[in-house]
């Protein structure tokens, strides 16, 4: 209990300016930050600190300090402390020339599973959504002594202790999104400018950018790019480079799993496209880079041209080499139109859900999943600054989806 002070007390006053001394000390030596309480008489084990700043989140390990004052020697085992109601299963520092109390805020701690999860829990209700309230906040705080609370104020003016907490810092959250979306932003330049979001080219003469978009693919992607940002923004608001839980592992080896084993099913069919490849090949185009510059000459007016005179196109083996020669390139390129149209992407979303006869439901499930999901991963993180535990229904859940995808792909043409 800490009791009201009277400076025109000798003893008290000499030790009321000790008491600042050592605190005046502790401020250039420590990165200490406490809590106000009223100046008066002098207890045993009464909190005693004048210093309002902030105290700083816990990705720069911020300390709470406070001084007890009183006679008796501390022990830092029967310290207990409570933030918000929480109960903080660290022990602290003690400075006992100074009975300096030095509590350290960092996230996730605590000797067992049950403690480290009562931590994070209490971290994510005081750091989460940092957007929905102020940036600095007033938290109160409770300290136990061998079990019995250690009051502050007076016995008719009690105080309630508390500090400031600044829940995130402007700087390092711009650059956890900067990061974030730089490698978003990656992903979707990649996977539009080449093959690596597509399926593979069965034949050489379509462009990696023309083909189609491949779901498997898709959703793998996506679950990186969710982790790598979720990751990236809690250890930006709270400094936990262990925010990574089994549950995002078993994510990324279903979404892994689904695409590998998807490019498999692809590479067993029989397809047609040795043949589309050899008549492609037969009218002088063979290779993606003669389909670009077929494309390019139709697009500037030069469709009348036959297209013997840009293109080498072989002799026809029963001699119809005349017939060869009367060839457009309008119809050199509606003939290549014809010829890959299985091949081409037809749209992001038509070639997620479609297959060679149109729409499916299980293309369609699996693409609603992963979007459902993959809110619902986002708001999570943003609220509780935790990887989301789905649980194992939901997780048994994306890995039926994903079979029954690769289940259906199977016959797919």
Same mark, same amino acid.
């Given at each position: 209990?800490?009791?009201?002070?009277?400076?025109?007390?000798?003893?008290?006053?000499?030790?009321?300016?000790?008491?600042?001394?050592?605190?005046?000390?502790?401020?250039?030596?420590?990165?200490?930050?406490?809590?106000?309480?009223?100046?008066?008489?002098?207890?045993?084990?009464?909190?005693?600190?004048?210093?309002?700043?902030?105290?700083?989140?816990?990705?720069?390990?911020?300390?709470?300090?406070?001084?007890?004052?009183?006679?008796?020697?501390?022990?830092?085992?029967?310290?207990?402390?409570?933030?918000?109601?929480?109960?903080?299963?660290?022990?602290?520092?003690?400075?006992?020339?100074?009975?300096?109390?030095?509590?350290?805020?960092?996230?996730?701690?605590?000797?067992?599973?049950?403690?480290?999860?009562?931590?994070?829990?209490?971290?994510?209700?005081?750091?989460?959504?940092?957007?929905?309230?102020?940036?600095?906040?007033?938290?109160?705080?409770?300290?136990?002594?061998?079990?019995?609370?250690?009051?502050?104020?007076?016995?008719?003016?009690?105080?309630?202790?508390?500090?400031?907490?600044?829940?995130?810092?402007? $700087?390092?959250? *711009?650059?956890?999104? /900067?990061?974030?979306? !730089?490698?978003? @932003?990656?992903? #979707?330049?990649?996977?539009? %400018? +080449?093959?690596?979001?597509?399926?593979?080219?069965?034949?050489?003469?379509?462009?990696?950018?023309?083909?189609?978009?491949?779901?498997?693919?898709?959703?793998?992607?996506?679950?990186?790019?969710?982790?790598?940002?979720?990751?990236?923004?809690?250890?930006?608001?709270?400094?936990?480079?262990?925010?990574?839980?089994?549950?995002?592992?078993?994510?990324?080896?279903?979404?892994?799993?689904?695409?590998?084993?998807?490019?498999?099913?692809?590479?067993?069919?029989?397809?047609?496209?040795?043949?589309? $490849?050899?008549? *492609?090949?037969?009218? /002088?185009?063979?290779? !993606?880079?003669? @389909?670009?510059? #077929?494309?390019?000459?139709? %697009? +500037?007016?030069?469709?009348?041209?036959?297209?013997?005179?840009?293109?080498?196109?072989?002799?026809?083996?029963?001699?119809?080499?005349?017939?060869?020669?009367?060839?457009?390139?309008?119809?050199?390129?509606?003939?290549?139109?014809?010829?890959?149209?299985?091949?081409?992407?037809?749209?992001?979303?038509?070639?997620?859900?479609?297959?060679?006869?149109?729409?499916?439901?299980?293309?369609?499930?699996?693409?609603?999943?992963?979007?459902?999901?993959?809110?619902?991963?986002?708001?999570?993180?943003?609220?509780?600054?935790?990887?989301?535990?789905?649980?194992?229904?939901?997780?048994?859940?994306?890995?039926?989806?994903?079979?029954?995808?690769?289940?259906?792909?199977?016959?797919?043409?």
């Amino acid at each position: 209990m800490l009791a009201s002070r009277h400076p025109e007390h000798g003893n008290d006053a000499m030790r009321h300016a000790m008491a600042y001394a050592v605190l005046l000390l502790a401020a250039f030596l420590l990165p200490a930050h406490g809590m106000r309480a009223e100046t008066g008489k002098a207890t045993r084990l009464s909190i005693f600190s004048d210093d309002w700043t902030c105290v700083y989140p816990p990705a720069l390990e911020g300390n709470l300090c406070f001084t007890l004052n009183g006679t008796e020697n501390l022990d830092e085992t029967r310290l207990k402390l409570k933030i918000d109601g929480a109960p903080v299963d660290m022990t602290p520092r003690i400075i006992e020339s100074s009975r300096l109390v030095v509590f350290p805020l960092l996230f996730g701690v605590g000797n067992n599973d049950d403690a480290q999860n009562l931590n994070r829990e209490m971290w994510s209700r005081l750091l989460g959504s940092p957007f929905a309230a102020a940036q600095v906040i007033t938290v109160p705080f409770d300290v136990e002594y061998a079990g019995r609370s250690i009051m502050a104020g007076s016995e008719e003016e009690p105080l309630a202790p508390s500090f400031r907490l600044l829940r995130y810092e402007d $700087e390092w959250m *711009l650059f956890g999104f /900067g990061a974030a979306l !730089a490698v978003i @932003a990656c992903v #979707l330049y990649i996977g539009l %400018r +080449s093959s690596a979001l597509r399926n593979r080219s069965p034949v050489p003469q379509v462009a990696a950018a023309d083909l189609p978009f491949c779901l498997g693919k898709l959703q793998m992607s996506v679950w990186f790019c969710l982790i790598f940002a979720a990751f990236v923004f809690i250890w930006a608001v709270t400094g936990q480079l262990k925010s990574l839980n089994p549950e995002t592992f078993i994510l990324l080896g279903i979404s892994a799993g689904t695409s590998l084993a998807a490019v498999m099913v692809d590479q067993g069919k029989q397809s047609p496209a040795a043949d589309v $490849e050899a008549s *492609l090949s037969a009218m /002088g185009i063979r290779d !993606a880079h003669d @389909a670009a510059r #077929l494309k390019v000459l139709v %697009r +500037s007016g030069k469709g009348g041209h036959e297209a013997g005179r840009h293109f080498d196109i072989p002799p026809a083996e029963d001699g119809g080499q005349a017939e060869a020669a009367g060839i457009t390139l309008s119809d050199l390129h509606r003939r290549y139109l014809s010829l890959t149209e299985p091949y081409r992407s037809k749209g992001f979303v038509r070639d997620l859900i479609n297959d060679a006869t149109g729409a499916t439901v299980h293309r369609f499930q699996m693409l609603a999943w992963t979007a459902i999901l993959g809110v619902i991963y986002i708001f999570r993180v943003y609220w509780d600054l935790q990887m989301p535990q789905f649980g194992t229904n939901l997780l048994a859940l994306m890995g039926i989806s994903g079979g029954i995808y690769l289940g259906f792909k199977v016959p797919e043409r």
